[in-house]
Each structure stands twice: as structure tokens, then as C-alpha cells.
């Protein structure tokens, strides 16, 4: 899988938008860039993914940027709840057929009250 | 709630121990995977499962080993139990293709 680099952390006043970026410089054309979080020590949670264009959903907005080299997360109201460490994954299918997830460090996502 | 559930939730066992946790995917998905996530390490693949065949091996200690049953669920076997085995095991699933994963609320396994 391509490898990704996100800040180690970030801060966000609650009410504004949270905007996280990833870079994935070495993406390949069938690899989809995936986006989960993770707060505290619960399960990692699905938030969006994408292949080219910008996807939408209730959650979230995922901005890739036209070489597929970049990515941002934005979580347009940002509320305390959204405190968590945020993974930008990207994946694609293998000659196998396993499509597991690789995580990195991910962000750690402050809201301030 | 992902629809993937986990048992047990909390775990204690003594160094040298075996112990199986289990893991029911979500209605329909066909995929099943594990990972562990030590305390301040990130999540670590071990092992992928499709339809009862082993897809994927990742950093999988030989002491550790899962299987998928025809009834989808999966159980991930830890034996010989080390200190640094302390850790949280989730399992995740997806259906066909390059299909979301879903995680379950993971198992914590403490090991004295």
C-alpha cells in the first residue's frame, strides 16, 4: 500500500471546521484513499473514502486534489465529540484479493471548547 | 453500533495461558480480519480471512493462529501468553471486492 503522512496533531475550536490533510504522493491509479478515526480505545470508525473525485457524507467531506497526490478531511462543525486520532489509509486490491487496511500514526484531533 | 461483535470485552489471564476470542462479522460479509493495537502503539494487521480461507498474513506471531467457520464467525487463538501480548484485538469485516471495513469494539486481553 502507498504510504501516508499526516500531522502528528492538530487543534480545532469547537464550531469551526476541523480540515485534515494527508499526502500519498505514490498513490497508484486503483488505490482509494480511506479515512477512519478512533476515540480513545474504542473500534476504528469509518468515515469516507474516495478514488478520484470529492465525496460527501453525513459525517465528513474528503478533497482529493487532481494528481490523487493529497487529500483533506474536513469535518465541517467540529464538535468535543470529534476528539480522536484520524487515519488516512490508502488501499487498493491485491493480486490475492486481501484489500486489508494498513494504518500509520494517524492525527491526533483536539476540539476546544 | 458496526454490526461486528466481539467476545469477550475485557480479559485476564496468566503468562503461559491460551485463550480464544471470538468474532461475529456483520450479516452478509464474507471477510474477516484481525488486528491488535497495543497500549500506545498503532493497529497492527495480523491475519485475514475470506469465506474460510486464510486471504492475508500480517505480523502474526506463531504462537497465535484463526480460523473462519462456515458460519462466517471467526476466533483468533493466542497461546503460550508473554506480558507484551497485553494488548486491544479487534476484528473487523467487509463483504466482496474492495467493500468498506467495519470494526467491532475490540477485546481486551491483559496478560499477568
Known amino acids: 500500500d502507498a504510504k501516508t503522512t499526516q500531522p502528528t496533531s492538530m487543534d480545532c475550536a469547537e464550531g469551526r471546521a476541523a480540515n485534515l490533510p494527508c499526502n500519498h504522493s505514490t498513490i497508484s491509479g486503483n488505490e482509494y484513499v480511506y479515512w477512519y478515526r478512533q476515540i480513545h480505545s474504542q473500534g476504528p470508525q469509518y468515515i469516507i473514502h474516495?478514488?478520484?473525485n470529492n465525496e460527501t457524507n453525513e459525517m465528513a467531506s474528503l478533497i482529493i486534489t487532481e494528481d490523487r497526490k493529497s487529500s483533506t478531511l474536513i469535518l465541517p462543525h467540529a464538535t468535543l465529540r470529534d476528539t480522536a486520532v484520524y487515519y488516512c489509509?490508502?488501499?487498493?486490491?491485491?493480486?490475492?484479493?486481501?484489500?486489508?487496511?494498513?494504518f500509520g500514526t494517524g492525527t491526533r484531533l483536539t476540539v476546544i471548547p | 453500533d458496526s454490526g461486528v461483535t466481539q467476545t469477550p470485552k475485557h480479559l485476564i489471564t496468566a503468562t503461559g495461558q491460551r485463550v480464544t476470542l471470538r468474532c461475529s462479522p456483520r450479516s452478509g460479509d464474507l471477510s474477516v480480519y484481525w488486528y491488535q493495537q497495543s497500549l500506545d502503539q498503532g493497529l497492527q494487521f495480523l491475519i485475514q480471512?475470506?469465506?474460510?480461507?486464510?486471504?492475508a498474513k500480517g505480523n502474526i506471531l506463531e504462537r497465535f493462529s484463526a480460523q473462519q467457520f462456515p458460519d462466517l464467525h471467526s476466533e483468533l487463538n493466542l497461546s503460550s501468553l508473554e506480558l507484551g501480548d497485553s494488548a486491544l484485538y479487534f476484528c473487523?469485516?467487509?463483504?466482496?471486492?474492495?467493500?468498506?471495513?467495519?470494526f467491532g469494539e475490540g477485546s481486551w486481553l491483559t496478560v499477568v
Open positions: 480471512y475470506y469465506n474460510g480461507e486464510e486471504r
Open positions: 489509509i490508502v488501499r487498493h486490491r491485491m493480486k490475492t484479493g486481501a484489500n486489508n487496511l494498513f
Open positions: 474516495g478514488l478520484k
Open positions: 473487523a469485516s467487509s463483504g466482496v471486492g474492495v467493500d468498506t471495513i467495519y
